[in-house]
């Protein structure tokens, strides 16, 4: 699964395009490769967090091992499943615009040709298409799988949906057939406000505040020294046998051995510099990720309103291909690391959000009643009952957004990067350097392999005794 996520696009399509040719083939299969793990992350995260008690009694009341999966564990574990089926959909349609580089055509091709006439306008009615269609398709499994509405309520609802989806897509994209009179079109506005920002907002009035600023900040005092720390001033042995200390504290010496082992591969590649420079962007997008993230996933999960209105925006995010983002973050910041950062932090933004969401929904009420029975106030339910409660899905949110960051590297690596990602992009420019592209592809694997190890383990531990059992 860790191959799967984080092993660039570009670097898994080779070997199907030589096998099945320029097509849709190949772009199906690597789909398929980028957008499966979510669902089954969030699959087995659901069956695991069912509390030990519920399936005693299935069994003490003579319920086969089917019988307890069927009606006790699958219905139990339906919201986590259903975050994963949301992840997984977006994910899928955010790889069009990858497909559309090997032949797959559709709206992914319409969005890689504006962007390389920087037609930032036209590429994002394209990538707006895309998100309705993605919403079209959330709401639809997410109706179905609701189990307390009346069947036909929810066939009208769904029906009502896709009829205001199918519309809208319909007018962004000007498909065949639809009347010209009614298509909307809004490029010309967006690149008119791209270049106004671009103008007016990277140095505002001389006065030191702007995105260039902003940018200078965050590379001068956050990424430059993380980088130079993690590549030069610590010594890598000492870095190896640190993050293995770490490993036996929170696991096991399995675990230890294993981090130490991936962390040695990464330099036997010869890529322990520019995997460094990676680690370094990923950890302060990761960062970033986290301080936005989990604030917003515990409000929404405080106020169900709060939940649906924020809802089309992170869809929004999760969808719109990361190239559309890419563009008018370019023109604001410059080519470098902080447009790559910036788009991992708003790809990755959703799935924070979502599995806070999840876990702090999933607290028993009964629990929470208990602590407000007992006088604690809101700020102290929050600190002492519900986060460490939930603190098992909060973990599988830092996973996945792990996870996400590093499936971005190849991209920030397009834009000046730097790192693996750039690696992969000179490498797979050249035909007789593909060989250097796959190499890079694995040390991004080893780096999240070490990464989403850490982050289990340390969920693990916080995972209450009765929800492993």
Same mark, same amino acid.
């Given at each position: 699964?860790?191959?799967?996520? #984080?092993?660039?696009?570009?670097?898994?399509?080779?070997?199907?395009?030589?096998?099945?040719?320029?097509?849709?083939?190949?772009?199906?299969?690597?789909?398929?490769?980028?957008?499966?793990?979510?669902?089954?992350?969030?699959?087995?995260?659901? =069956?695991? @967090?069912?509390?030990?008690?519920?399936?005693?009694?299935? =069994?003490?009341?003579?319920?086969?091992?089917?019988?307890?999966?069927?009606?006790?564990?699958?219905?139990?574990?339906?919201?986590? $499943?259903?975050?994963?089926?949301?992840?997984?959909?977006?994910?899928?349609?955010?790889?069009?615009?990858?497909?559309?580089?090997?032949?797959?055509?559709?709206?992914?091709?319409?969005?890689?040709?504006?962007?390389?006439?920087?037609?930032?306008?036209?590429?994002?009615? +394209?990538?707006? +298409?895309?998100?309705?269609?993605?919403?079209?398709?959330?709401?639809?499994?997410?109706?179905?799988?609701?189990?307390?509405?009346?069947?036909?309520?929810?066939?009208?609802?769904?029906?009502?949906?896709?009829? +205001?989806?199918?519309?809208? $897509?319909?007018?962004?994209?000007?498909?065949?057939?639809?009347?010209?009179?009614?298509?909307?079109?809004?490029?010309?506005? =967006?690149?008119?406000?791209?270049?106004?920002?671009?103008?007016?907002?990277?140095?505002?009035?001389? %006065?030191? =505040?702007?995105?260039?600023?902003?940018?200078?900040?965050?590379?001068?005092?956050?990424?430059?020294?993380?980088? @130079?720390?993690? %590549?030069?001033?610590?010594?890598?042995?000492?870095?190896?046998?640190?993050? +293995?200390?770490?490993?036996?504290?929170?696991?096991?010496?399995?675990?230890?051995?294993?981090?130490?082992?991936?962390?040695?591969?990464?330099?036997?590649?010869?890529?322990?510099?520019?995997?460094?420079?990676?680690?370094?962007?990923?950890?302060?997008?990761?960062?970033?990720?986290?301080?936005?993230?989990?604030?917003?996933?515990?409000?929404?999960?405080?106020?169900?309103?709060?939940?649906?209105?924020?809802?089309?925006?992170?869809?929004?995010?999760?969808?719109?291909? %990361?190239?559309?983002?890419?563009?008018?973050?370019?023109?604001?910041?410059?080519?470098?690391?902080?447009?790559?950062?910036?788009?991992?932090?708003?790809?990755?933004?959703?799935?924070?959000?979502?599995?806070?969401?999840?876990?702090?929904?999933?607290?028993?009420? @009964?629990?929470?009643?208990?602590?407000?029975?007992?006088?604690?106030?809101?700020?102290?339910?929050?600190?002492?009952?519900?986060?460490?409660?939930?603190?098992?899905?909060?973990?599988?949110?830092?996973?996945?957004? $792990?996870?996400?960051?590093?499936?971005?590297?190849?991209?920030?690596?397009?834009?000046?990067?730097?790192?693996?990602?750039?690696? #992969?992009?000179?490498?797979?420019?050249?035909?007789?350097?593909?060989?250097?592209?796959?190499?890079?592809?694995?040390?991004?694997?080893?780096?999240?392999?070490?990464?989403?190890?850490?982050?289990?383990?340390?969920?693990?531990?916080?995972?209450?005794?009765?929800?492993?059992?």
């Amino acid at each position: 699964l860790d191959t799967m996520q #984080t092993m660039p696009g570009f670097v898994y399509l080779v070997p199907f395009v030589l096998l099945f040719g320029v097509g849709r083939v190949p772009a199906l299969i690597s789909t398929l490769i980028f957008a499966l793990p979510p669902v089954v992350r969030a699959t087995d995260l659901g =069956i695991r @967090e069912v509390p030990g008690e519920t399936i005693e009694a299935s =069994i003490m009341f003579g319920a086969t091992d089917r019988q307890t999966l069927n009606k006790v564990r699958l219905p139990l574990a339906r919201p986590a $499943i259903l975050v994963g089926t949301n992840q997984t959909i977006n994910l899928a349609m955010s790889m069009v615009v990858i497909a559309a580089l090997f032949g797959a055509g559709g709206l992914g091709q319409v969005v890689l040709r504006s962007l390389q006439t920087l037609a930032v306008g036209r590429a994002a009615e +394209a990538g707006l +298409a895309i998100v309705a269609m993605a919403i079209l398709l959330d709401r639809f499994f997410s109706g179905l799988a609701e189990p307390d509405r009346h069947l036909p309520d929810r066939i009208l609802r769904i029906a009502g949906g896709g009829i +205001a989806a199918a519309t809208f $897509i319909g007018g962004l994209a000007g498909v065949r057939g639809f009347p010209e009179s009614v298509t909307l079109h809004f490029a010309g506005p =967006i690149d008119d406000a791209v270049d106004w920002a671009q103008v007016n907002l990277f140095d505002i009035a001389d %006065s030191g =505040i702007g995105t260039g600023p902003f940018s200078d900040f965050v590379t001068i005092r956050f990424v430059t020294p993380l980088r @130079e720390l993690l %590549s030069q001033d610590i010594p890598w042995p000492v870095l190896i046998a640190a993050v +293995a200390v770490l490993a036996l504290a929170i696991g096991s010496w399995r675990l230890a051995a294993g981090v130490a082992a991936a962390l040695f591969g990464v330099g036997f590649l010869g890529m322990w510099e520019l995997s460094m420079d990676t680690l370094a962007q990923t950890l302060v997008a990761v960062g970033a990720t986290l301080l936005v993230g989990v604030p917003i996933g515990i409000l929404t999960a405080r106020s169900d309103r709060l939940r649906a209105a924020v809802r089309p925006g992170l869809d929004f995010l999760q969808t719109i291909p %990361s190239f559309v983002l890419l563009v008018p973050v370019i023109m604001l910041f410059n080519v470098g690391r902080i447009p790559g950062i910036i788009a991992s932090v708003l790809y990755a933004l959703p799935a924070a959000i979502h599995f806070t969401d999840l876990g702090l929904r999933g607290v028993p009420k @009964e629990t929470v009643e208990a602590a407000t029975s007992f006088g604690s106030t809101r700020r102290q339910r929050l600190r002492g009952v519900e986060l460490p409660l939930a603190a098992p899905q909060i973990m599988t949110a830092v996973n996945q957004t $792990i996870m996400l960051v590093l499936a971005m590297v190849v991209i920030a690596g397009l834009v000046g990067g730097g790192g693996l990602g750039l690696e #992969t992009v000179r490498a797979l420019r050249r035909s007789d350097s593909v060989g250097r592209g796959f190499e890079a592809g694995i040390a991004i694997v080893l780096l999240a392999f070490v990464l989403d190890r850490l982050t289990r383990a340390a969920a693990d531990r916080m995972r209450p005794p009765s929800a492993t059992n």
